[in-house]
DNA sequence: ATGAAAGCGCTAACAG
DNA sequence: CTGTTAGCGCTTTCAT
């Protein structure tokens, strides 16, 4: 057997240049002749030279791989939970989602993800160690709950990190984020125009200001509209959370007419429970979601719900993440994004 | 300021010992005087010290991180592919279960998952090269697909990888699978044992060993019952597919009385459909899932479903990655798991 | 435009 | 048990 991977030196010597040559044509630097770049080229296919990239990261500083962190709250951190967290986290479409848009920005440039959840103060020990050992150049963070004191912790060590959704305490870090009170304005105004004369809410968790946002624009609207102390429960995001807040609400007003869910999970939740209990969707009560995930287009009926262009949103972090490792933009920086309605069949 | 992130040079003069003392204390080296570890913690903790990983993965040939990759057969490579690809990889609540398991034996090890999706030739090549750089010890692979090329591709180029399930063709290449034709053959018994005498299958896409072998062992355990001829229809894996399925499958034989889905998806498609057109579960018609992942205690009626254990598969994966790593498993190895029947409303 | 040489921060013989 | 020393493979001045 030949010696291990080649290395600079090795196409080096095959080329019958210095190294610093092959480095220059490897990394693409003019200043080349193009004679010598060819027979560079030759000599990298024919010994099959692949940089070293640990070397490369050594001297340059720089890792081109970047931490992609969920991040919860919690204080345990047995594989149970871990697990469970984890079947949950990509369960829910947003996520794929989230993923889809950071890697569309990531690949082209040969960056990569490493995921990381942090769901305990281990967890984000990890995180930060991670980083401090230049294992990543910086961080994208999509918390779970408000309270996530990993934001925080990050700015504190001054390292580079971008979050999906503002914060609930203000932190300087750069962010993204879809504008949710004109997202709630948005499915208020649909269900108006709809004629609904009694409708109501199940609102996301109230710590999280995506839950607050979209509440308060939800109510902004309908009060403009002469319509005050509209019914809301709070479903947390989930299927089963949106079932019960929906049974919650039934049994105070069992006269709504329509009904917005923050987001899709929980849309398709009051869906399913209204149908158990007889009722037709929209017939009877129209149902608008948030998110326009791809449940929204799956459950029947179909929903109408207001778009959060995630995508773009993910990709848009990426790039803030690349410019403050870069050192191209040093300010935090919030990026807000407009909603869209979505029409589709239940509302 | 000071000067940038303190390297071991830097605690080694805090604490007045060599640089290999201070590398000895910082991997556990035995043979440190327990007084002078001591010191060398202390002047760790004073200097914030943080080791460079760049460096360590230099001189040990090893970054502690894998290659994740979700493998399809695809061969264009645009954003809104990948985007839409990556949504519905993490939409399957499958891989969340997958990157759980694989998180829980990684993490503990300080390893980490670089996240990668190939889609087209030109990301096998980026996975190829990820791999050839030194940019992770090996590779995880998921295949979504039957004739994906990139198994073969690993295996020829000698990296370390382990796959999810039994590639098509043999490879050279350890895998951990569930015995899938124990799994079909859990699922007729129950469905006969319920008194089914009309059933019928949705089986995942035929060119993959799973679904393959999940019809076999349906139909073996039926032919053992005196029943032949089992009608089946193929539904691709997703929901939408599943319902499809079962519309072709009612079409032509209206009577069936129980219905084996290749997967969960699948089976949540073909309640649906049943519903949509009247048809009670599991009255009228009994459905049996494959998988057990979050969807089957979701679906209305919860299903009855074939367990596969995915976490510790992944788990297990990610073990035999490991051992292939560090070189203390050379010959490629086949880890097959047994499923279980969990019962619950749908048949 | 090209080459020589000095490190990047760490580990691992090898002495002592 | 501890220190000295020689690299790991690459980039990057600095000469030429």
Redesign the pocket.
Same mark, same amino acid.
């Given at each position: 057997m030949g010696r291990?991977?080649p290395?600079?030196?090795? *196409?080096?010597r095959e080329a019958? &240049?210095?190294? $610093?040559?092959?480095?220059?044509v *490897?990394?693409g630097?003019?200043? &080349?002749?193009p $004679?010598?770049?060819e027979i560079v080229h030759r000599a990298i296919e024919v010994t099959g030279? $692949?940089?070293?990239?640990?070397?490369?990261s050594?001297?340059?500083?720089r890792t081109e791989t970047v931490a992609l962190v969920v991040s919860g709250v919690g204080d345990v951190a047995d594989d149970d939970t871990r697990d469970a967290f984890a079947a949950r986290v990509f369960t829910d479409p947003f996520f794929g989602r989230v993923v889809g848009g950071v890697v569309g920005f990531l690949r082209p440039r040969s960056m990569h993800p490493v995921l990381m959840f942090a769901e305990s103060a281990d967890d984000r020990r990890e995180v930060l160690t991670f980083l401090r050992q230049g294992r990543a150049d910086g961080a994208l963070v999509v918390s779970t709950h408000a309270d996530d004191p990993l934001p925080a912790l990050l700015a504190e060590a001054g390292l580079p990190a971008v979050l999906f959704a503002r914060p609930a305490r203000p932190v300087p870090l750069s962010h993204v984020d879809v504008d949710n009170r004109a997202g709630g304005r948005l499915a208020a105004r649909h269900l108006l125009a709809r004629g609904c004369c009694r409708p109501a809410t199940v609102t996301g968790p109230l710590d999280v200001s995506a839950g607050r946002e979209r509440l308060a624009g939800f109510r902004a609207a309908l009060t403009e509209a002469g319509l005050t102390d509209v019914p809301f429960v709070e479903g947390g995001f989930t299927l089963a959370g949106g079932a019960e807040a929906m049974d919650a609400l039934l049994a105070r007003h069992p006269d709504v007419d329509g009904v917005f869910a923050a987001n899709d999970l929980m849309a398709e939740g009051v869906c399913r429970l209204l149908q158990e209990r007889g009722g037709r969707v929209p017939d009877d009560v129209a149902v608008v979601g948030f998110d326009d995930s791809g449940v929204a287009a799956a459950c029947r009926p179909a929903l109408t719900s207001v778009r959060q262009p995630v995508e773009r949103m993910a990709q848009e972090m990426a790039r803030l993440l690349d410019e403050h490792i870069r050192g191209e933009r040093t300010e935090p920086t919030a990026v807000v994004f407009d909603p869209e309605l979505v029409t589709r069949d239940s509302a």
């Open positions: 291990q991977t290395t600079l030196e090795d *196409v080096a019958g &240049v210095s190294r $610093a040559t092959v480095s220059r *490897v990394n630097v003019r200043n &080349v002749d $004679a010598l770049r030279y $692949a940089p070293n990239r640990a070397a490369r050594l001297v340059i500083r």
